[in-house]
């Protein structure tokens, strides 16, 4: 493993250790009653995930303000928000998938009806956090504003929703595109646009960053598609060829996987130029953005 | 029809439709892509249903204030929260009810993926309708916190989640009162709750409409099971019979119809002492508590 690697390894699980933290701290006990529900919730919440979301969030924050400390509840937010998809989309009606994580999924191990509601609460619980968080209420409602439209009809819902509609259909590449930018692509720019609300960064930085998102984003729904058709499950922690098996739309089913990872290569490389200008700041969403096209899980 | 009964129904019809306009304006044309979400969030939303909890909401409100019209988006986020419910309650997964409100269940017209996500949408209009009120931001993180208290994990999910647990078991009186606090006792008494907020009701007056709350929310549900037990599914609009053959829990189950409804009776004669005091301002809500004895439906 090389230095920098290394370096960014070290650091995700940082990171990931004060998210953990800060929701663990705000979430009930799992012996709370009733039981089930908060046992659900931290089943999938902490069955693994590299808090992807959080991160971004945390390093573009970081480009341009310091104290990290009271954006943690908005990190453990998104979190929340990205495992409420998580366990929604794996529901019986939905992709009706059995792992996740690599552990069984939150339906598979407490039922559907417990997992449908630990999926809401979690919805819930997101909002609850950014109102917890020590910040501004102007600031909050902003947040919250954004965390309703990313997540909502025309945001994960219509992605989800169109992405269901799609399956076993030839779809063309707008619609393929649909589905990424409102899937995939909705939470992470989600992400790094917080850590420039956050940070009260400029227009011009934001809109940069915007840019960085988007291209991330895309490169890392391609080389999902990509690692589920090569992928190992034991690795993943998902079952794999799922998406493949139930013809589902996918940059790599479209254009090979050849022409795939070059498309992935080239977004990233675009990707890494927006954080020239940031030098020493921007190493880890630099590392980050590289580590996407390199990832085996 | 008694004169009274006429004028409720009248004021009833009138809330009604100013809280439909607001909805209405609010949400995405059916037709808007991708469709088959906003058709199924406006299938359920406007197919019917007296608007109870904005009803409670603008009276309450009414008691302290006058100009309603700021408040009609808060009005509107609440009929969609109670929807949100109605939807995920009638899944598959949890109470698989064909019917609702007269018509066939959301899942029933559109799947239950369709179903999952007009939901989750729902919710998170709600959250948005009450963003985009004119009221100040200090005021909007109060209504969005205690919305999220009373629809999360210890407000109407714990509710569904030990209802769930307690289907075809022996309840005790403690359970079933958890039960109907958290389901149909939470929304009521935020609708009452968001009234006093948003006219800045002193803290006795709060304390008063409070406990009017928690005894015509219980009153309801009770009334409620009664009805799902006497009644016929014409004039309900829901599949009749359908909480007492899966031996849920209710109160006329554990207590019988004769003792439920002299308990009903007492609570809303309770309740309506509660009101004396605002003279002919509370006379809707007078009438609206009088009414949940004796409605058919």
Not at 66 to 84: Q, S
Not at 212 to 239: C, R, T, V, W, Y
Not at 251 to 280: T, V
């Amino acid at each position: 493993m090389s230095q920098n690697r290394l370096l960014l390894k070290r650091d995700i699980k940082e990171k990931k250790e004060l998210v953990n933290i800060e929701m663990d701290r705000y979430l009930p006990r799992k012996d709370e009653y009733p039981k089930q529900i908060h046992k659900a919730i931290r089943h999938t919440l902490f069955a693994g995930g590299k808090r992807l979301r959080p991160y971004l969030m945390i390093h573009t924050y970081r480009l341009f303000a310091n104290d990290i400390r009271k954006i943690l509840p908005v990190a453990g937010a998104l979190e929340m928000l990205h495992t409420y998809t998580l366990i929604h989309d794996d529901l019986p009606e939905i992709d009706n998938d059995e792992y996740r994580r690599g552990k069984k999924s939150c339906h598979a191990v407490y039922g559907s009806d417990i997992a449908l509601l630990a999926g809401d609460s979690l919805l819930v619980f997101a909002i609850e956090l950014i109102n917890s968080a020590e910040i501004e209420d102007k600031l909050k409602i902003q947040l919250i504003r954004e965390l309703c439209e990313a997540t909502g009809h025309r945001g994960l819902i219509a992605g989800q929703l169109v992405d269901i509609e799609s399956e076993g259909k030839k779809v063309n590449e707008k619609v393929l595109k649909y589905i990424h930018t409102n899937k995939t692509g909705r939470l992470i720019n989600l992400a790094i646009r917080f850590g420039c609300l956050l940070s009260e960064a400029s227009e011009p930085e934001t809109n940069n960053m915007k840019v960085f998102g988007d291209k991330i984003g895309l490169a890392f729904q391609i080389m999902d598609d990509i690692l589920d058709i090569e992928g190992d499950k034991e690795i993943l922690g998902k079952s794999i060829g799922k998406d493949n098996q139930s013809q589902k739309a996918t940059y790599p089913a479209m254009n090979g996987l050849e022409k795939s990872r070059q498309k992935a290569e080239n977004l990233i490389e675009e990707a890494r130029q927006r954080l020239e200008k940031y030098g020493e700041k921007g190493l880890y969403l630099d590392l980050l953005a590289n580590f996407i096209l390199t990832r085996k899980y």
